[in-house]
């Protein structure tokens, strides 16, 4: 979808991989908080998290062919940014000292008063400032287009270190860091987590909110209320993909028992039409020999009277 483009700053393509949907939450950040940015809004929908990923690089590359000078944002389908967030982002992609690459926003797991998902790399100030990061997560960022030529046809392929086989994230980040790619969090951005169940939304180190009109109103969430946990990535997809060998196998399992008893009829069928064969066979061996030994009998009686 396409809006009114000011002309003095570049458009976002924005890339949203997901497996049922976007919130109501992220369809109006996109609809109403781009800050007046043109976009290009391109998803997948219910494909493996690393095949929707990288499928979503090859698509925004070739869309940045045509749109050289915007910048691609990063956002899952559970995602709320506030009116002037994305003016920021673009910002400090353009204007740092650092000459940053891919900028992460501020958020947290689906609890209230959580720690950053950043923290598990280190201890990460609260102070509105940006922070240098070798590993950010992938729920919201924006980088350059100049990434495309640094990172290949698929930086979100797994990669396989020490035995164990790495999240699609941080192998992305991995490869943007054998790169020389400058990766950063701005803590000035919280970026809203929405539990989709409820429409709570939850941010580093605050209360839960509800989104009303654009506006983030704090609620207090029941004690009974548990927290949404929603399993990501490689977990998902293998528990998926052995489902569905499962029933594959149950399918073919079918397939084969139908196709025994087939046979199994067919034979029956076979038996019985040789059964029925055979006592033709015999009653007519048997009239054959009945009639050649009544032949027989009435030559010899015929030669014997006189």
């Known amino acids: 979808m396409l809006t009114t483009r000011d002309e003095s700053v570049p458009g976002l393509i924005i890339c949203t991989p997901t497996r049922d949907g976007l919130t109501d939450e992220t369809k109006l950040s996109i609809e109403q908080n781009l800050d007046g940015f043109d976009h290009i809004h391109l998803t997948e929908v219910g494909l493996p998290v690393v095949e929707a990923r990288n499928r979503l690089w090859k698509r925004a590359l070739h869309t940045a062919i045509e749109h050289p000078d915007w910048y691609v944002l ?14 920021g982002f673009v910002s400090i992609l353009r204007d740092h000292p650092l000459g940053i690459d891919f900028l992460s926003g501020h958020f947290s797991a689906r609890s209230e008063f959580s720690e950053s998902a950043i923290e598990e790399f280190g201890d990460l100030p609260e102070d509105g400032v940006v922070h240098v990061r070798e590993y950010v997560g992938a729920h919201f960022g924006m980088y350059k287009p100049t990434l495309f030529f640094r990172l290949g046809r698929a930086p979100w392929d797994l990669r396989f270190d020490f035995g164990a086989v790495s999240r699609e994230g941080r192998a992305f980040f991995y490869r943007m860091l054998t790169a020389g790619a400058v990766v950063a969090v701005n803590t000035a951005a919280p970026i809203w987590h929405i539990d989709r169940r409820n429409g709570y939304a ?21 004690a009974e209320e ?49 059964a029925l064969l055979r006592r033709r066979t015999r009653e007519s061996c048997a009239g054959i020999v009945a009639d050649a030994i009544c032949r027989l009998v009435m030559t010899t009686f015929k030669r014997t009277v006189p």
């Open 74 to 87: 990063l956002c899952d389908d559970d995602a709320y940014w506030p009116p002037g967030t994305i003016a």
């Open 202 to 222: 939850y941010a580093p180190a605050k209360p839960p909110c509800r989104v009303r009109s654009n506006r983030l109103v704090p609620v207090d969430v029941p």
């Open 226 to 274: 548990p927290y949404e946990f929603r399993t990501y990535g490689l977990p998902v997809d293998s528990k998926a993909a052995y489902q569905e060998r499962e029933r594959s196998g149950m399918a073919e399992v079918s397939r084969l028992r139908q196709e025994i008893q087939d046979v199994q009829t067919e034979t029956r069928r076979n038996e019985e039409a040789i």
